[in-house]
């Protein structure tokens, strides 16, 4: 850490966002760079408990390689990366407003929480893209030994199926070269979510192994509740989804959404927003029982309602077919 200079930062009015581009709403995230402003690598990431890929150790072998990087960089021997396209808080108008105006304190989430709204005021909103963020790599059946960086814990699913190996150690997603889990966090992120599959280069016995992944449905998603982000759909209710054997015991759709609710929040009552009951199964929402992406009914909702809208539902209670109109909330920002 000595052979760093180290700042932090606390305001991001004058940080170019367009160059320290990650996931807003990271507790602790750190960018390894020169003072040409070269980018070697990035630390932090999370997960909806906050610092599951977080560890001194991890933090010591991130610094470690960094140092290696620019002794490489120094040598001329690590190519200069190309500089993203500027971008600066004072970009977002109803950031400016907000913050700017006031002679507040921009911060982290406030950048990320207005730049949705703008997204969604002019109709580009790509929810699964702009919301689901960071999609978490589990999904994948990635575990990794967090201590020791990008060694693989872990593979399951996916990329177990493709050949991954625990003692493996992660070198490339794609084309991108990466150290650190920010990095496989990072670069996975950036996938578009219509793709189904991924290239994972790994070192195995000091040897480079390429890897073909076939990505499963929802990939890209993640718990993003703790964000609480004002275009976000709430709903205050969770969903079991019916086996395919008993859909078709009830006359439905074997690959609709059909799901049973397990849970409901006493905040969908005080907010009036519905009045479903645990045992009840939704079949379909505003006349929809089943969707490209969606594998429940909350998150159909999610994906395909704007937030504080109306959404009719159709259910099954008590063996009876009822109907019922459900309201979202729109969540008020937070400081």
């Known amino acids: 850490m000595q052979q760093y200079v180290c700042v932090r930062i606390a305001r991001m009015d004058d940080v170019d966002i367009g160059l320290f581009e990650y996931d807003r709403y990271n507790t602790l995230y750190f960018f390894i760079l020169n003072a040409d402003e070269q980018i070697y690598l990035r630390y932090g990431g999370r997960d909806t408990s906050q610092d599951t890929y977080l560890s001194l150790d991890s933090l010591e072998l991130a610094l470690s390689k960094g140092l290696q990087l620019h002794q490489q960089f120094q040598r001329g021997k690590l190519p200069k ?19 700017y105006a ?11 929480d207005f730049n949705l709204q703008h997204k969604e005021l002019e109709g580009t909103l790509n929810k699964p893209q702009d919301m689901f963020r960071p999609a978490d790599i589990r999904a994948a059946g990635v575990y990794l ?6 060694l693989v814990k872990e593979a399951k699913g996916a990329v177990a199926d493709a050949g991954l190996l625990p003692g493996d150690r992660i070198a490339k997603l794609n084309d991108t070269v990466l150290w650190t889990f920010a990095d496989l966090q990072h670069a996975y992120d950036k996938l578009p979510r ?5 290239r994972l280069a790994v070192v195995r016995q000091g040897k480079i192994v390429d890897l073909a992944v076939a990505l499963p449905k929802l990939w890209w998603f993640s718990d993003i509740r703790y964000k609480q982000l004002t275009v976000d759909p709430r709903v205050y209710f969770e969903t079991r989804p019916l086996a395919v054997e008993d859909k078709r015991k009830l006359g439905l ?13 006493a905040m969908a009552k005080a907010l009036q927003l519905h009045e479903l009951r645990t045992g009840d199964i939704i079949i379909a929402v505003d006349g929809k029982s089943k ?36 309201k979202t909330s729109r969540m008020s920002f937070r400081k």
């Open 102 to 112: 006031r002679n507040s304190c921009v911060e982290c989430h406030l950048i990320g």
């Open 291 to 326: 969707d490209d992406l969606a594998d429940t009914p909350e998150l159909f909702i999610r994906l395909r309602t704007k937030a504080g809208d109306s959404a009719q539902l159709d259910l099954i209670r008590d063996g009876q077919p009822v109907k019922m109109e459900l």
């Open 81 to 99: 990366a190309a500089r993203p396209q500027p971008k600066f808080a004072r970009d977002i108008p109803l950031l400016v407003e907000r913050t």
């Open 145 to 150: 030994d967090v201590p020791k960086g990008l």
């Open 253 to 265: 759709d074997p690959e609709g959404f059909a799901a049973e609710v397990k849970y409901v929040s």
């Open 194 to 198: 219509s793709e189904t599959a991924m």
